[in-house]
């Protein structure tokens, strides 16, 4: 948990990151309303492997972040 705090951390400054972030949760957010179990997941999965994907190079450029 640690570690995904530090990412997210680091990864949220990259341009355009907050907006989409935003449109992330409203998605997620409209299909939970809708009772649309599938859809919510398919929005969330999408919405963590963007910061998962980041994950390698994030490390890379900061590494005194990480043990």
Request: proline share 4%; net charge positive; glycine share 8%.
């Amino acid at each position: 948990a640690a570690d995904l705090d530090r990412l997210r951390r680091l990864h949220l400054p990259a341009p355009g990151k907050a907006q989409r972030v935003k449109a992330e949760h409203a998605a997620l957010l409209a299909a939970l309303e809708a009772g649309d179990g599938v859809e919510a997941e398919r929005v969330l999965r999408a919405h963590l492997s963007g910061t998962f994907a980041q994950a390698e190079a994030l490390r890379a450029r900061h590494p005194d972040w990480f043990g």
